[in-house]
């Protein structure tokens, strides 16, 4: 039932730009390292720059497992299921990269973006992935669900942070330095914000 894909195009660029959420999995090179899956939402936050190429704004959070598997590895797989419509589960595994704000890809990277305004969101890093296999598979088994709204919370709650106090607030947090199992994760403090 599953297939292979050799670029993200089409039917399928279509599916994975229509999802409200899609989910990231990462594992350090250690064999009792901790694997990390975590899901991202935020309407606007994910675009696909070619056909062999994502990415995907990174928004504060209280740690950096995902960033710091990048760092190490850059082993990487991304998933989107269908929730409405036609089942559906597309993977896309490769290599990706965290880039900071001080790296000078970041403004055309950014503007990879424009429905959304990172700055209520205390955007740290832009993970750009590059694909190596792409595929999906029935998602028969995945259930029905409605969409109904981004939240608002995470705006609402870092839009009340600067460049300094975001930096304070990672440097508060065991696992944003550095991830669970010790690895370089967000370099802080922070790069400013780069002037628009």
């Given at each position: 039932?599953?297939?292979?894909?050799?670029?993200?195009?089409?039917?399928?660029?279509?599916?994975?730009?229509?999802?409200?959420?899609?989910?990231?999995?990462?594992?350090?090179?250690?064999?009792?390292?901790?694997?990390?899956?975590?899901?991202?939402?935020?309407?606007?936050?994910?675009?696909?720059?070619?056909?062999?190429?994502?990415?995907?704004?990174?928004?504060?959070?209280?740690?950096?497992?995902?960033?710091?598997?990048?760092?190490?590895?850059?082993?990487?797989?991304?998933?989107?299921?269908?929730?409405?419509?036609?089942?559906?589960?597309?993977r896309?595994?490769?290599?990706?990269e965290?880039?900071?704000?001080?790296?000078?890809?970041?403004?055309?990277?950014?503007?990879?973006?424009?429905?959304?305004?990172?700055?209520?969101?205390?955007?740290?890093?832009?993970?750009?992935?590059h694909?190596?296999?792409?595929?999906?598979?029935?998602?028969?088994a995945?259930?029905?669900?409605?969409?109904?709204?981004?939240?608002?919370?995470?705006?609402?709650?870092?839009?009340?942070?600067?460049?300094?106090?975001?930096?304070?607030?990672?440097?508060?947090?065991?696992?944003?330095?550095?991830?669970?199992?010790?690895?370089?994760?967000?370099?802080?403090?922070?790069?400013?914000?780069?002037?628009?």
């Amino acid at each position: 039932m599953g297939k292979t894909y050799e670029r993200i195009d089409g039917r399928l660029r279509t599916f994975i730009e229509a999802q409200p959420m899609f989910f990231t999995a990462t594992a350090p090179l250690a064999g009792d390292g901790t694997i990390n899956l975590s899901p991202k939402g935020l309407r606007g936050s994910f675009a696909v720059l070619d056909e062999l190429t994502v990415a995907y704004l990174d928004f504060a959070g209280s740690n950096a497992e995902t960033v710091a598997h990048l760092r190490e590895n850059g082993r990487i797989t991304l998933m989107w299921c269908a929730f409405d419509g036609p089942p559906n589960i597309v993977r896309v595994h490769g290599r990706g990269e965290p880039v900071f704000r001080d790296d000078p890809r970041w403004p055309q990277l950014l503007g990879h973006f424009p429905g959304i305004d990172p700055g209520p969101h205390g955007l740290r890093a832009i993970v750009v992935v590059h694909a190596e296999l792409i595929r999906d598979t029935c998602g028969y088994a995945v259930p029905l669900m409605t969409y109904e709204a981004d939240r608002d919370l995470h705006g609402r709650r870092f839009a009340r942070e600067d460049d300094a106090s975001l930096s304070r607030y990672f440097e508060g947090k065991d696992h944003v330095a550095t991830s669970i199992d010790g690895l370089p994760g967000l370099p802080l403090p922070l790069p400013p914000t780069p002037a628009g």
